[in-house]
């Protein structure tokens, strides 16, 4: 739903949106019992993206978002 009405607003910019599944994530919304730390999640998040831009292997270590981050690559 979100993702159909943000689509309706900007009919008319080239602006591109990324909706992702973070997984489930301890925090006072995804409670105690999550799989993943918000420290776990967001990097998987951004692994994913720089994969798909071809950036980084498509099966990326935990490493590679440090070192494309910093500039290293």
Do not use: C, H
């Amino acid at each position: 739903m979100f993702m159909r009405s943000f689509a309706a607003r900007q009919a008319g910019t080239s602006r591109a949106m990324v909706v992702m599944a973070p997984g489930w994530v301890r925090t006072d919304l995804g409670g105690p019992d999550g799989r993943l730390s918000i420290e776990e999640s967001v990097p998987g998040l951004v692994n994913v993206l720089l994969a798909k831009q071809g950036i980084i292997s498509a099966a990326p270590s935990p490493g590679d978002i440090v070192t494309v981050m910093a500039g290293q690559r």
